[in-house]
């Protein structure tokens, strides 16, 4: 069963454009969604997160946006750069749990 | 530098000979985790520990064993390798209280034959 499902499955995009890559989740436990980055070769690493108390979150060009009604949230890149080319995994985590149930991630592509 | 390590980063072993995966972490952190990375399949969890001497199963534990006898160190050992269990692994770890960043190591290619 899978828990947090994670659409495209890969994305090319030209330099300076935005990349979306969104998220849905069934368990409304979940009270802790992060995004994870991972590079080829490297173990990933945390983007940016947010709780259900907000809808929005940016830091720099990376913002996620959270719809707590329709249990979906997402990842945009804004400006997109050669450099963000990498996987990105999204995740959800319960209330008073530290187990981390990851979406199956996107390959993202920026084209010069 | 506060940072996760694994050893080996690559392994090509044949079916049935045993091994073991080391994870250390230098962050005093409680919680660490064993996850596998495969195609189209994302990150699943196959194991996890709160703290020394309590571990408990992820989501695909069958064929694979883990101790913590240590806070810093969380070996995953397979005990009779399967072509099914070639993957990507990763080793991660979080402290309990804080931040909620989990950190992940650089991963460990395993390649059953």
């Known amino acids: 069963q899978q828990q947090v499902k994670q659409s495209p499955q890969s994305l090319i995009v030209q330099k300076g454009g935005i990349s979306i890559i969104n998220c849905a989740y069934e368990n409304t436990a979940f009270d802790y969604f992060p995004w994870y980055q991972q590079f080829p070769g490297k173990g990933p690493a945390l983007l940016i997160a947010?709780?259900?108390?907000?809808s929005e979150k940016k830091e720099g060009r990376f913002t996620i946006s959270f719809n707590k009604s329709a249990k979906q949230f997402s990842l945009h890149i804004m400006d997109s750069q050669p450099g963000d080319s990498a996987t990105y995994f999204c995740?959800?985590?319960?209330?008073?749990?530290?187990?981390?149930?990851f979406g199956k991630g996107t390959k993202l592509s920026v084209i010069p | 530098e506060a940072q996760v390590t694994q050893n080996p980063r690559y392994l090509i072993t044949v079916t049935g000979k045993k091994l073991t995966v080391t994870c250390s972490q230098n962050m005093n952190h409680e919680y660490m985790s064993w996850y596998r990375q495969d195609p189209g399949l994302g990150l699943r969890q196959i194991y996890y520990s709160m703290n020394v001497e309590v571990t408990d199963k992820g989501d695909v534990p069958e064929g694979y064993k883990v101790s913590r006898k240590e806070k810093r160190n969380f070996p995953l050992i397979l005990e009779s390798p399967s072509p099914n269990q070639t993957s990507l692994y990763f080793c991660?770890?979080?402290?309990?209280?804080?931040?909620?960043?989990?950190?992940f190591g650089p991963g460990t290619r395993l390649t059953v034959l």
């Open positions: 947010i709780r259900p108390d907000v």
């Open positions: 995740a959800a985590r319960g209330a008073g749990s530290y187990q981390l149930t």
């Open positions: 991660a770890s979080r402290g309990l209280a804080g931040s909620d960043t989990q950190y």
